[in-house]
T-cell receptor, first 108, second 115 residues
Framework: KNEVEQSPQNLTAQEGEFITINCSYS?????LHWLQQHPGGGIVSLFM???GKKKHGRLIATINIQEKHSSLHITASHPRDSAVYIC??????????FGEGTQLTVNP | GAGVSQSPSNKVTEKGKDVELRCDPI?????LYWYRQSLGQGLEFLIY????????KSGLPSDRFSAERTGGSVSTLTIQRTQQEDSAVYLC?????????????FGPGTRLTVT
């Protein structure tokens, strides 16, 4: 079993839909990261959180430390949101451990 | 300000040759990471630098892989005697600190193809 599990692996939505991507982890963490990777390959950090909830524009990330679970929500989805979304956890060492990613496609 | 830069952006090499990949982190970032992403695969940690030292190099897949960082800034990842399974995108990231508790800023990557 991977230390970081994401679901779903693939997600197709219509423009305007509310989207949720889930991440579960099995290790103690210092922080959880949500990353976005566009088709060209570039990776952008969306959120880093260790508790509670963060919001940036149409994106919301939540984390439940007790349940070792995080969710990434996208409100009013748009085709430009199409990308791979990656959950990663920082542990007591300094490495990040990554989930397999969720391929999101938003159709117009 | 300038982000993380990597060079070259693409590298095609013959099996058995050595390659060097370069990473220029964001100025002032003490932590530097190398990751690898093979085709259709997830991201894989290779090595972490804090300053010029590498407290965690446990992700390096074999002794053909080595990395150094000089002046607390530029880092070079060297792959000796390249093999076809080394083909991947090599990504560098930097952050203000380590412990996985600082936001990491990623470079655009170097796409390595070993023929």
């Amino acid at each position: 079993k991977n230390e970081v599990e994401q679901s779903p692996q693939n997600l197709t939505a219509q423009e305007g839909e509310f989207i949720t991507i889930n991440c579960s982890y099995s290790v103690g963490i210092s922080a959880l990261h949500w990353l976005q990777q566009h088709p060209g390959g570039g990776i952008v950090s969306l959120f880093m959180l260790s508790s509670g909830k963060k919001k940036h524009g149409r994106l919301i990330a939540t984390i439940n430390i007790q349940e070792k679970h995080s969710s990434l929500h996208i409100t009013a989805s748009h085709p430009r949101d199409s990308a791979v979304y990656i959950c990663a956890v920082g542990t007591s060492g300094s490495r990040l451990t990554f989930g397999e990613g969720t391929q999101l496609t938003v159709n117009p | 300000g300038a982000g993380v830069s990597q060079s070259p952006s693409n590298k095609v090499t013959e099996k058995g040759k050595d390659v060097e990949l370069r990473c220029d982190p964001i100025s002032g970032h003490t932590a530097l990471y190398w990751y690898r992403q093979s085709l259709g695969q997830g991201l894989e940690f290779l090595i972490y630098f804090q300053g010029n030292s590498a407290p965690d190099k446990s992700g390096l897949p074999s002794d053909r892989f080595s990395a150094e960082r000089t002046g607390g800034s530029v880092s070079t990842l060297t792959i000796q005697r390249t093999q076809q399974e080394d083909s991947a995108v090599y990504l560098c990231a930097s952050s203000l600190g380590g412990q996985g508790a600082y936001e990491q800023y990623f470079g655009p990557g170097t796409r390595l193809t070993v023929t």
